[in-house]
């Protein structure tokens, strides 16, 4: 058993790894001037695989390239357009959707790859109050940069090999929401990474020259709006964001209130969410399937060390959940490997009392230090999965009632599951909650909001100024997942239909699901995506991005059927 518990564990490292950078192999010249002929000068081909976080998108050998700055880019981008290929800007691939490539890529398609994180990596400070950023740059690197300065961001995503392009593409988030008595911090948003934008120059169609070319986007710009979310329809060189002074942090962790204290009715009283919340206003919760105590973190602003915090200098303070303990991995491999999916409860509790056990045994339940130090948690080398991903727009005060609905009809249908043998998760939900996308936090006269962002405020409900963040975690080839994770998407569709809260999806993420297959549901990509957005602006994102790129070099399939 020892030695099939290592090889688990190998496969799965190795499994990471391959996930985790692109494997590239030299082109031969000959080969690319007979395949790619009057590709520009000076920028280097190479075949590349493709894959996604979870490695359920994967492409091998594609034509790829990295060029060496923006000009580059752009003549890429041209040669392009004149020998009809499609360009698909890479970043770390840190994403679930087919946004970049969809499954089935083979090498014979007409797709080039341009990879951002070898070259548009550029940092400059362009006022006190403005940092300029390569799109390539990840957010580790930005957000060092930014420490240097005496600077950070209100909250950010837990990984910090994103790239900037991606993050913007997408509206990344963390957790923020002003606590009680809270105001929002100079150069402070509490929405996605896509509100902090001033100003970015984008990859564009211009008609007078008959050409792409490099142009700069105010943030007061009408156009600017559809590029601040672009879901790969076009390509970012570089962004301007506003950031703020930098906070201390402290991050406090806990597996001592069960969930059904936690997520409990509104009114319950005692330990719940929105208590949390209204504390802290930095909250996550991870909740093992078939568990009952959720692995919860509170952040919150600290300027002065708490007695009993440990200082951290560094992100990454948990160990634990970096590599899989043996007895993690063991269990990984047997669903995996044999097949033994009804083990799922006996991996949620185990990764649980991983959780439980190291927190205290690398002391770190209790941290503080600079923000990035804090919120920056996911490596890599942790455990692959998939997940789905959507946003409920609501008012504060219905933040707990959107939470306890969603977990109790979870509960119950997993439970429904089990009863019939069946073990579609076994990871964990994720639960996080956010502000709006503010355009006034960007502190530019005129700015507009995001027009897909998911944290886009509604018209209709002035009063939402919050969003919950909701995913669900498990692994790969999970038997009936996508049929469990579409009875989901049809309650949060149904549940939050714009009464007292709203769903929309989470782009990077699994959605549109059918009983064996997310982003292939119909109904839900071409009425309920769309409508979550207003018929009205969704038009106009689709109508801006297609008149900056007419020829749609900046897409891919299943863009075409999404934004129609």
């Not at 579609?424 to 006034?440: F, K, Q, Y």
Request: with cysteine; charged share 20%.
């Amino acid at each position: 058993m020892k030695d099939r518990s290592v090889n688990r564990r190998a496969l799965l490292r190795t499994a990471a790894a391959l996930a985790a950078a692109p494997v590239l192999v030299a082109a031969d010249p000959a080969a690319a001037a007979a395949e790619l002929p009057g590709f520009p000068r000076g920028v280097t081909l190479y075949r590349s695989a493709y894959r996604n976080w979870a490695g359920e998108i994967t492409a091998e050998g594609l034509w790829a390239c990295a060029p060496t700055g923006p000009e580059q880019v752009l003549a890429v981008v041209n040669w392009a357009w004149r020998h009809g290929r499609r360009v698909r800007a890479r970043g770390c691939s840190h994403g679930w959707s087919p946004l970049t490539v969809t499954e089935g890529t083979t090498a014979a398609a007409r797709v080039l790859l341009v990879d951002t994180t070898r070259h548009l990596t550029g940092l400059a400070l362009e006022s006190a109050t403005a940092v300029r950023a390569g799109a390539g740059v990840t957010l580790e690197a930005l957000l060092t940069f930014l420490e240097g300065h005496g600077l950070g961001l209100t909250a950010t995503p837990a990984p910090g090999d994103l790239s900037l392009g991606g993050a913007l593409a997408i509206d990344a988030h963390g957790t923020a929401v002003p606590a009680d008595g809270e105001r929002r911090p100079p150069g402070g948003t509490y929405g996605s990474l896509s509100n902090r934008v001033l100003e970015l120059t984008a990859v564009v169609w211009d008609a007078d020259r008959g050409a792409y070319v490099l142009r700069t986007f105010r943030r007061d710009e009408a156009d600017c709006a559809a590029l601040l979310t672009h879901l790969g329809r076009s390509f970012v060189t570089e962004a301007v964001l506003r950031v703020g002074p930098d906070s201390t942090l402290r991050c406090v962790s806990r597996t001592d209130v069960p969930a059904r204290e936690l997520f409990a009715a509104p009114g319950s009283g005692g330990r719940t969410l929105e208590s949390f919340l209204r504390r802290s206003g930095r909250v996550e919760a991870i909740w093992f399937a078939f568990t009952e105590f959720p692995w919860l973190k509170e952040w919150s602003v600290a300027p002065v060390r708490p007695a009993g915090s440990r200082h951290v200098t560094s992100p990454y303070n948990y160990p634990f959940s970096d590599r899989l303990p043996e007895p993690v991995a063991d269990l990984v491999g047997r669903l995996v490997a044999g097949a033994a999916w009804y083990l799922a409860p006996v991996l949620g509790a185990a990764q649980l009392q991983v959780a439980s056990l190291g927190l205290a045994a690398t002391a770190s339940a209790d941290l503080w230090g600079p923000s990035k130090n804090t919120l920056l948690y996911l490596r890599p080398t942790t455990l692959r999965v998939t997940a789905n991903g959507y946003a409920v727009l609501t008012a504060r005060t219905g933040v707990q009632r959107v939470v306890h609905e969603f977990t109790r009809f979870y509960r119950e249908r997993l439970a429904v599951h089990a009863a019939r043998g069946r073990f579609p998760v076994n990871g964990s939900v994720e639960i996080r909650v956010t502000g709006l996308d503010d355009p006034a936090d960007a502190g530019v006269p005129g700015a507009r909001a995001p027009l897909l962002s998911a944290l886009r405020p509604s018209a209709e409900h002035p009063e939402w100024d919050t969003a919950v963040w909701l995913d669900v975690l498990t692994l790969p080839g999970t038997p009936y997942a996508e049929a469990f994770l579409s009875e989901l998407e049809d309650f949060l569709l149904g549940r939050f239909d714009g009464g007292y809260a709203l769903t929309r999806v989470e782009w990077s993420k699994g959605w549109a699901y059918t009983a064996d297959a997310a982003w292939r549901d119909e109904r839900v990509l071409g009425t309920a995506v769309p409508g979550s957005f207003g018929h009205e602006v969704w038009r106009r994102a689709v109508a801006t991005l297609d008149r900056l790129d007419p020829h749609r070099v900046f897409g891919n399939a299943f863009l075409d059927r999404l934004l129609r």
